[in-house]
């Protein structure tokens, strides 16, 4: 049985050891720090989550429901450590980031057929089955190995992450505790703002000066993950349709909606720390102390980290790989997460599942599996496989993004939250049925092998 080798370890680098390993295959998963950084990581811990805390809605009925759900019921290592360090957040699945790094790198390392190597590694050797799942901060030289690999410059984006803040410096006072309609009970710590002190937060933003960019090069943003100087600049009101939205969260003093408010969701089990909900900014340090504070509640916030900047690059997915995750030339070489060019946590996730899932059926010279049309994960392999070349962009899991309905369920089901929760279900069947029929195939060729 041959060797496979990760490169990686992010959410879909240790998916996609943990799934290969748990198939009988040997696996040696590769983690440039701490030797190497990053400019956006801080620890040398496995599935550091260096963004939002929040791997988005679990609400069912919902498209990332769906691929949670997908993933939960194939035995996703992710998935299970969420769930054991989980922390309130209404609707929406988050996760205590420090509980949550530190268990993955212990079920990592302590994995009998898994070898974590602390090492850069800079070469792709076409002999190795090897999964790409560097993410959108691997190092220069990787880089460039994958660009000669895939035979183009790569692409990239500019993301940015968002401020935390220490409980015990939140105005209580100010802040109500709550969550968009009544979705998770207090969940949220809630800043209301009224008509005036908007106009003062917003004209100070706008004013607020911001990081310089790399030069020589364009601004490509991820319109999913926008600043907030980014969105101000959009128009007065952008805020207040977007992280600043009040809809849902009437203030309890007055029993009406503020004229916005900014959500701190909770960062720890500790409850210690709590983060700004769509903050994410690339100003300066003493800026955004500066304007934050504005903010009712946060008049004397600390803060613990600071919003900042880092350059994401990705693949043009389309022009090599296949719906395995296999690049098309080379069969022995997978990429998996924001490299690929899907963008959050549990798509991540679910990229490096099924490589991790199609590299062991390599590893024993099995055929590689499709995910079924109608799931998550297949709309994700067939996004990342065929999607236009000439305007290739990061991509979230949604309805968008799954096969459409029939014309009987389009005509049966006119209210689009029924119809989404049917396709949810019908994909849920697909996808047990599949995943039953691939069990059985793996166990009784590795049982052999």
């Known amino acids: 049985m041959n060797e496979i080798v990760v490169i990686g370890g992010g959410f879909a680098g240790v998916e996609a050891a943990w799934q290969a390993a748990e198939a009988g295959a040997q696996v040696r998963l590769y983690e440039m720090r701490p030797v190497l950084k990053t400019p956006a990581h801080r620890t040398e811990k496995l599935a550091e989550i260096v963004c939002s805390n929040s791997l988005k809605s679990d609400e069912p009925g919902t498209a990332p429901y769906l691929l949670k759900e997908e993933l939960r019921r194939a035995g996703s290592l992710v998935m299970a450590v969420a769930a054991e360090t989980r922390v309130p957040a209404g609707a929406a699945l988050a996760v205590d980031r420090e509980r949550f790094a530190s268990l993955i790198t212990e079920k990592i390392e302590s994995h ?139 203030d309890p003093r007055t029993g009406r909606e503020p004229f916005a ?68 030339e080379r069969p022995r070489t997978f990429f998996a997460g924001q490299i690929s060019g899907v963008e959050g946590y549990v798509e991540s996730v679910g990229t490096g599942w099924l490589a991790g899932v199609n590299a062991a059926r390599v590893a024993v010279e099995r055929a590689t599996v499709e995910a079924p049309s109608k799931t998550a994960i297949g709309a994700l392999a067939r996004y990342v496989s065929s999607a236009d070349t000439k305007n290739y962009q990061p991509v979230n899991i949604t309805f968008a993004l799954l096969e459409p309905p029939d014309e009987e369920i389009r005509r049966r089901f006119r209210n689009k939250r029924e119809r989404h929760a049917l396709q949810v279900e019908l994909a849920l069947k697909e996808w047990d049925v599949w995943l039953e029929t691939i069990k059985e195939e793996s166990s009784a060729r590795f049982a052999g092998a």
């Not at 984006?157 to 939140?170: E, G, L, N, Q």
Request: hydrophobic content about 40%; some cysteine.
């Open 112 to 250: 009998p057929r898994i070898t974590l190597v602390r090492e850069e590694r800079t070469r792709v050797n076409e002999d190795e089955i090897t999964i790409i799942a560097a993410g959108p901060l691997c190092s220069d030289a990787l880089a460039s190995e994958i660009n000669r690999l895939t035979g183009g410059d790569g692409l990239y984006f500019y993301d940015a992450i968002a401020p935390i803040v220490a409980a015990d410096t939140v105005d209580k006072g100010i802040a109500f505790r709550a969550a968009r309609y009544g979705k998770g009970g207090d969940d949220y710590l809630n800043c209301p703002m009224d008509e005036a002190e908007y106009t003062l937060f917003y004209d100070a933003l706008r004013e607020a000066k911001s990081v310089p960019l790399q030069r020589f090069e364009e601004t490509r943003w991820f319109e999913a993950c926008l600043p907030i100087e980014e969105l101000a600049r959009r128009g007065r009101d952008t805020l207040r349709y977007g992280p600043m939205k009040p809809k849902g969260l009437p």
């Open 261 to 328: 408010v900014v959500q701190l969701r909770q960062e720890n089990l500790m409850a210690d720390a709590y983060n700004l909900v769509g903050f994410q900014n690339h100003l300066r340090y003493g800026e955004q102390a500066r304007v934050l504070r504005l903010i009712p509640g946060l008049e004397q916030a600390e803060f613990l980290q600071f919003g900042q900047i880092h350059r994401n690059t990705y693949i043009c997915a389309p022009r090599v790989l296949s719906p395995t995750m296999q690049m098309r």
